[in-house]
Nanobody
Framework: VQLQASGGGLVQAGGSPRLSCTASGNIEKINFMGWYRQAPGNQRDLVVRINSGGNTNYADSVKGRFTISRDNAKNTVYLQMNSLKLEDTAVYYC????????????????WGQGTLVTVSS
């Protein structure tokens, strides 16, 4: 299963970019879709994830500012980022977990390539 992420770039503080990530391959079912981020010198941390039932889990630092959504028909997850702060600068990675089919059903957990979001003052 491959993931293709897009969006991000250089954004002014207070801006509202949107990231997207599409999964492709012989996907039988997607259970979780989510976004993580890694700032320079830091570990990769969860930003938000959403399960197949639409339940979400946000990091405290982004609650009320970021919104995750998913389009199951397109195997795509979105991250709407509002009121960006300087400390939101990071490489954002999408992650998708589920089951794929190849002569049988197998679990997978795939990462996107990462997209850099740089917030300027």
């Amino acid at each position: 299963v491959q993931l293709q992420a897009s969006g991000g770039g250089l954004v002014q503080a207070g801006g509202s970019p949107r990231l997207s990530c599409t999964a492709s391959g012989n996907i039988e079912k997607i259970n979780f879709m989510g976004w993580y981020r890694q700032a320079p010198g830091n570990q990769r941390d969860l930003v938000v994830r959403i399960n197949s039932g639409g339940n979400t889990n946000y990091a405290d630092s982004v609650k009320g500012r970021f919104t995750i959504s998913r389009d199951n028909a397109k195997n795509t997850v979105y991250l709407q980022m509002n009121s960006l702060k300087l400390e939101d600068t990071a490489v954002y990675y999408c992650k998708v977990e589920g089951t794929y089919y190849r002569q049988g059903y197998f679990p997978f957990g795939s990462w996107g390539q990462g997209t850099l979001v740089t917030v300027s003052s």
